[in-house]
């Protein structure tokens, strides 16, 4: 079973906007992932929050964390046409070593 | 440094039939965990090995078996398939997650599996 969904299920934008994804899961964590997958293939890390961190920056990916709304999202500034990918969040419950995946957000940025 | 490697990258089987899967860890990880991705779904966990032995398992039945190797390499059994098995096997190495350490995933570029 997936232990989050991510919203919305697919978001189509042109290049220079802003990309918005959040992501909902069930149980307590220690932390948050965001992946990325291209095309079916394998994903990619791309950035992790920690349980007591509420947001955090990475390039152009910022992400923020609201633990007692069991809740996270992932904003891409300035989009480009190969940030188009599926992004999925990941979470590892408290004193395991399972990373759960989300349902993903499909990201369709055209030039 | 390589990354995971995953074979066969692609394979077709029938019913009944039994497949294995391949994966090679990341140089210096020691823990594995492999996953199952049906068409427009996020990842699956199937389970995880650690120092050879399974150490976790999520909701698939027992003919998913799998088996790590002292180099940390590490193989996914399916038998008996059943059509509902097509999807892409994804493996993803890492160092353990001990406490409250982050359990951050490297993965493979997968197998795909059609079962007709």
């Known amino acids: 079973s997936q232990q989050g969904e991510e919203d919305p299920q697919a978001l189509s934008i042109q290049e220079g906007e802003n990309a918005t994804m959040n992501c909902s899961y069930k149980?307590?964590?220690?932390?948050l992932q965001w992946y990325r997958q291209n095309s079916g293939r394998g994903l990619v890390h791309l950035i992790l929050?920690?349980?007591?961190?509420r947001e955090k920056h990475s390039g152009r990916l910022r992400v923020t964390l609201d633990t007692s709304k069991k809740s996270s999202s992932l904003l891409i500034t300035a989009s480009r046409a190969a940030d188009t990918a599926s992004y999925f969040c990941a979470t590892d419950a408290y004193n395991t070593d399972k990373l759960i995946f989300g349902t993903g957000t499909r990201l369709q940025v055209f030039p | 440094e390589t990354g995971v490697t995953q074979s066969p990258t692609h394979l077709i089987k029938t019913r009944g039939q039994q497949v294995t899967l391949r994966c090679s860890s990341q140089s210096g990880h020691n823990t594995v965990s492999w996953y199952q991705q049906a068409l427009g779904q996020g990842p699956q966990f199937i389970f995880q090995?650690?120092?050879?032995?399974?150490?976790g398992r999520g909701n698939f039945p027992p003919r998913f078996s799998g088996l790590q190797f002292p180099n940390y390499s590490s193989e996914l059994n399916v038998n008996a398939l059943e059509l509902d098995d097509s999807a892409l096997y994804l493996c993803a190495s890492s160092l353990p997650n001990r406490g409250s350490g982050a359990n951050v995933l490297t993965f493979g570029a997968g197998s795909r599996l059609t079962v007709l």
């Open positions: 929050i920690r349980s007591n961190e």
């Open positions: 090995y650690y120092r050879e032995e399974e150490n």
């Open positions: 149980t307590s964590i220690n932390n």
